[in-house]
C-alpha cells in the first residue's frame, strides 16, 4: 500500500505572524508619539500660549506666559503640576484684588482726612469771628483787660483772673466780680450753643486749711462757684454746663514768680463748637 503525501504549508509567513507584526506597529507609533510630545519646541508652544492668553484670557488673574517648569519642561510628566500652575495664578489674582481693596481703602482714609480738615478750617474760621466778636463787647464794657479770649478750631476761651473774683485761699466770689461775670454771662448766652465747660486752676503754692485741703478742692469749688452764678443769673441751660478743679496741674506761666503764679490762678470757661 502506498503512503499518503504529506500537504504542503501554504505560502507566506504564519498567520499568527501578522498580528504580531501589527502589534509592533502599534507599540512603534505609540512611542513615537510620546517622543515627539516630550519633545515640542517649548519657544514656540510658550508663543502660542501668550497669543491666545492675551486674545481671550485664557489664565485666571491675567496672565501671559507659562512659568518655566512648571507646564513644559520635561514632556508629559509636567501635566501633573497644571493644578499648581492654576493655584499660582489664583493666588496672584488675589494678591491684585486685595491691592485695589487696600488702594480703595487709602483713598476713603484720605477722603474722610481731608473732610475732617476742611470741617476743622471752617471751624476755626467761625470761633475767630466769635473771638472778635466778644472783643469787641469787652472793650465797650472797658474790660477787655480783665477777660482774655483765645480760641482754636474746637472752642472759644474765656480766661478771668483768679484775683479778680476771689480772695486768697477763697471760694467766694467778689462783688466786684460781678459786672464781669454778668457781661461774660450775656456772651455766654449769645454764643454758646454747645457745651460749656468752666475749669478751676490754681498756683503750686500748697494750702492747707480746714476748708480746703488741697489745690484740688480750691479749684474745684471756685469752678463750682462760676458754675452757680451762671446758673443762678443767666438763662443758659445748666444741662449744657459742667465744671471740675485742675489744682495746679495745668499752669499757664512760670510758679517761679509772683507775676507767674497770678496768672495760674485763673478761672477759664470754654465755649465749644455745637457740631
Not at 504580531?20 to 508619539?33: G, Q
Not at 484684588?97 to 481731608?114: C, L, W
Request: charged share 25%.
Amino acid at each position: 500500500m502506498a503512503k499518503k503525501k504529506e500537504e504542503a504549508p501554504p505560502p507566506g509567513s504564519p498567520a499568527w505572524m501578522a498580528t504580531f507584526s501589527d502589534l509592533m506597529n502599534l507599540l512603534l507609533c505609540f512611542f513615537v508619539l510620546l517622543f515627539s510630545m516630550s519633545t515640542i519646541d517649548e519657544a514656540k508652544l510658550n508663543e502660542i500660549i501668550a497669543s491666545m492668553s492675551s486674545s481671550f484670557s485664557v489664565f485666571q488673574g491675567g496672565a501671559t506666559a507659562i512659568g518655566d517648569g512648571i507646564l513644559v519642561s520635561n514632556g508629559v510628566s509636567q501635566l501633573n503640576e497644571l493644578s499648581e500652575y492654576i493655584n499660582s495664578t489664583g493666588k496672584v489674582a488675589e494678591s491684585e484684588s486685595e491691592a485695589v481693596e487696600f488702594e480703595e481703602y487709602d483713598n476713603e482714609q484720605k477722603g474722610v482726612e481731608e473732610m475732617r480738615e476742611e470741617l476743622e478750617d471752617v471751624n476755626l474760621a467761625k470761633n475767630e469771628e466769635i473771638k472778635e466778636a466778644i472783643d469787641e463787647a469787652l472793650a465797650e464794657s472797658a474790660m477787655a483787660d480783665q477777660v482774655d479770649v483765645s480760641f482754636t478750631a474746637q472752642y472759644v476761651m474765656l480766661t478771668m483772673k483768679g484775683a479778680l473774683l476771689f480772695a486768697s485761699g477763697s471760694a467766694d466770689l467778689r462783688e466786684e466780680a460781678y459786672p464781669v461775670l454778668d457781661k461774660v454771662g450775656g456772651i455766654l448766652e449769645r454764643y454758646a450753643q454747645g457745651e460749656i465747660e468752666i475749669d478751676g486752676h490754681t498756683d503750686n503754692i500748697p494750702i492747707h486749711s480746714s476748708q480746703f485741703p488741697s489745690n484740688e478742692e480750691l479749684s474745684s469749688a471756685r469752678a463750682l462757684s462760676v458754675f452757680y452764678y451762671m446758673a443762678e443769673h443767666t438763662r443758659l441751660n445748666i444741662r449744657n454746663m459742667k465744671h471740675s478743679g485742675m489744682g495746679e496741674r495745668v499752669p499757664v506761666a512760670d510758679n517761679a514768680t509772683d507775676a507767674g503764679r497770678a496768672q495760674n490762678r485763673r478761672v477759664e470757661i470754654r465755649i465749644y463748637n455745637a457740631n
